[in-house]
């Protein structure tokens, strides 16, 4: 747990690493040199393996056409050279070369005797970060595609990405959001199911829905979303919002709204979004729906907090809950994925240093390691048609909600990383909530989890290690999309598939590559199929309770989507 105040002689370091992280994105120079030097020492005293590498790469160089036999091939996805331009002279040779320099750097940073594997993927990383910003595709001169454009029309692309650039630099400059934004302002074209506030504390709304069927399912729903974005997300455009889907389904739906931290929240710890949030909410909940048990759903960390919350109710004897939903929600952190390239004892210490200055990480930190992960898509394709080709994609709902970010709270974040991220505690049994120990397997009821096929946060196979520690009934969908997209997956929406199956408490385990191939898929939509889990899991229709509960001290505060979604 980090100090709230820093230590006299510690100060000035502390200041100094605040600096430094305003200059390279809150990453640390330091883990970033002993990374480098653990691979070039050992680099160094591997001859065998360097002359290997040097060897192949001359042997690539050599056999010369595009699609020799033995030729290195381009990444998975990589969709930087698919245009019919990049088949002929030079263009194919740019792209040839570029593959070539990836795989020579992919073989020269893998499998050197003696480097740490952490050490080993931030060198991989770092050296494919810069290959990406080097490759063809992003200079005019070299991206046949640009130089079409170009002809075709005067130059007047480069007109209007220069145009672009210019917009997005002074937009960025003065904190406000990305281009077409504006359009999808929240509680007006965005988070607009019909709903009130019926709970605020100082972390938390409650926001409590209307109903949409003269009878509702007997227990409601209470979604814990993601406090590192805004709630919205689950409820979008009318169109593809999963609140608005389940209420017109016959559910209750309550929705947590998390206050946008700043100074003043320093000290809210893991803890205090256990009691004030998770805790609180159900309480309400409960309150209004007259101790009807609750279908509580987590998504991403808020799904975290949420199996943390579950734990500590089935070890206190709380029988609160009918089934626990997580949506691409970790328990175990060995197998985190990408998301661990900025994460070991020195980038941690370095990012404390940081939140300590202003009590909170902002989210321009979070964000840029989140766009590094995907740097082809989110960086460069983007630089490429947005400033070279001078095309501007329009702007969506889920765009504009991921340019809605907040900030976390120094002590949150910190243990967040440290207790999960790095020690596993929760998993391997050394975390406590409020004081008590809890581990998965003190989850009781029923769970519904959801994993995607392509998450740079949480990977399916890391979501699907919750087998190995809990002992209760696990229904595991796998659907298709990343963290976000593959969540909004409303029923209608094109492309989209999922595998499901369930397996009792006491059932033996099956690896994820098992599962995965012996898993039958199922085309559209896995909202209907949750719903149907749900259903199946509740008991008779009754009528909708009321909109809070005036007796108990739940007065409706605010129409939905309330103040704290608001905040800046």
């Not at 883990?31 to 040097?54: E, F, I, R, Y």
């Not at 002809?151 to 960025?172: C, H, I, P, Y």
């Not at 089935?314 to 949506?327: E, H, N, P, S």
């Amino acid at each position: 747990m980090p100090e709230t105040q820093a230590r006299p002689e510690t100060e000035l370091d502390i200041r100094l690493h605040a600096a430094e992280a305003r200059l390279t994105g809150g990453l640390s120079p330091v883990a970033g040199w002993l990374a480098w030097s653990d691979w070039a020492l050992h680099l160094a005293n591997a001859p065998g393996k360097l002359s290997q590498t040097v060897a192949a790469a001359v042997g690539h160089w050599l056999a010369g056409e595009v699609g020799e036999a033995g030729a290195p091939r381009a990444r998975v996805e990589d969709r930087r050279f698919d245009a019919p331009a990049w088949a002929g002279w030079p263009f194919a040779q740019f792209a040839a070369t570029q593959h070539l320099a990836e795989a020579f750097w992919n073989d020269l940073t893998t499998a050197v005797p003696g480097v740490s594997r952490h050490h080993e993927d931030m060198v991989r990383f770092g050296a494919q970060q810069w290959l990406d910003m080097m490759s063809p595709s992003n200079f005019p001169a070299t991206n046949p595609e640009v130089l079409v454009r170009t002809v075709q029309t005067g130059g007047m692309n480069l007109v209007k990405g220069a145009r672009n650039f210019v917009e997005d630099w002074s937009r960025a400059a003065s904190g406000q959001p990305p281009a077409g934004a504006e359009n999808y302002r929240v509680g007006h074209e965005v988070a607009i199911t019909p709903g009130k506030v019926v709970f605020r504390n100082e972390l938390i709304e409650l926001i409590q829905y209307a109903p949409a069927t003269d009878t509702v399912w007997r227990e409601p729903i209470l979604f814990v979303p993601n406090w590192i974005m805004k709630y919205y997300i689950l409820d979008l455009s009318p169109e593809n919002s999963m609140v608005r889907y389940l209420v017109g389904q016959g559910h209750t739906v309550f929705m947590i709204s998390w206050k946008n931290p700043g100074e003043a929240e320093r000290d809210f710890g893991l803890d205090t979004y256990v009691e004030k949030g998770a805790l609180a909410a159900l309480q309400a909940v409960r309150r209004i729906v007259l101790r009807r048990k609750i279908h509580a759903v987590g998504y991403c960390i808020g799904g975290t907090l949420l199996a943390l919350t579950a734990a500590w109710l089935g070890v206190t004897g709380r029988d609160w809950l009918a089934t626990v939903t997580l949506f691409a929600a970790q328990t175990d952190f060995t197998e985190a994925g990408e998301i661990m390239l900025f994460l070991d004892e020195e980038q941690v210490d370095f990012l404390e240093d940081l939140m300590h200055e202003r009590g909170y990480l902002d989210a321009k930190q979070m964000a840029g390691a989140f766009r590094l992960l995907r740097s082809n898509d989110l960086i460069w394709s983007r630089t490429v048609h947005e400033y070279l080709m001078g095309e501007r994609p329009p702007m969506n709902d889920l765009m504009a909600w991921n340019a809605d970010a907040t900030r976390m709270p120094a002590r949150m974040h910190s243990e967040y990383l440290r207790r999960l991220f790095l020690h596993n505690d929760f998993a391997e049994g050394r975390y406590r909530v409020l004081g008590t120990a809890v581990a998965p397997r003190d989850i009781r009821p029923p769970i519904f989890q959801v994993g995607t096929e392509k998450d740079h946060v949480a990977p399916w196979r890391s979501v699907y290690k919750l087998r190995l520690t809990a002992d209760t009934e696990i229904t595991f969908l796998l659907t298709s999309g990343g963290h976000n997209a593959g969540v909004i997956s409303e029923p209608g929406h094109p492309h989209r598939h999922y595998r499901v199956s369930t397996v009792a408490a006491d059932a033996p385990y099956v690896s994820p590559e098992d599962w995965f191939a012996a898993t039958p898929v199922s085309e559209g939509s896995w909202w209907p199929e949750w719903q149907r889990w749900l259903a199946a899991h509740s008991g008779e229709r009754v009528a909708p309770p009321p909109m809070g509960n005036e007796r108990a001290g739940l007065v409706p505060l605010a129409e939905a989507p309330g103040t704290y979604v608001m905040e800046r």
